[in-house]
């Protein structure tokens, strides 16, 4: 599978916003359905955001109107801009294809964290 590095992520205010990135070696991006995750200390990955290859965008309920998937296929990088984040945002947030069940490798994600 394809190298994905995560970046964008940082230390926030609650309502700051963030703009992460997803940088990916060869055609996965252009070529995949991708998607961004995250995963908070103790609780199980979640899907935030999904964009298909025809530009389809779609999203959990608990970032909706938040949060907006966006990619570059020429750039080979797929982007979350997340604003009016929240405390229970924090986690570290992966890009990687969708569905979650076809994906073999995490990056190592970029760290999000939001004080209240």
């Known amino acids: 599978q394809a190298h994905l590095v995560e970046s964008g992520g940082g230390l926030v205010q609650t309502g700051g916003s963030l703009r992460l990135s997803c940088a990916a070696s060869?055609?996965?991006?252009?070529?995949?359905?991708m998607g961004w995750y995250r995963q908070a200390v103790g609780k199980q990955r979640e899907l935030i955001a999904s964009?298909?290859?025809?530009?389809?965008?779609n999203y959990a309920d608990f970032v909706w109107s938040r949060a907006t998937i966006s990619r570059d296929n020429t750039k080979s990088t797929v982007f979350l801009q997340m604003n009016n984040l929240r405390p229970e945002d924090t986690a570290v947030y992966y890009c990687?294809?969708?569905?979650?069940?076809?994906?073999?490798?995490w990056g190592q994600g970029t760290q999000v964290t939001v004080s209240s």
């Open positions: 060869g055609s996965i991006i252009s070529t995949s359905n």
């Open positions: 964009i298909s290859r025809s530009g389809i965008t």
């Open positions: 990687n294809i969708v569905p979650m069940y076809a994906v073999s490798s």
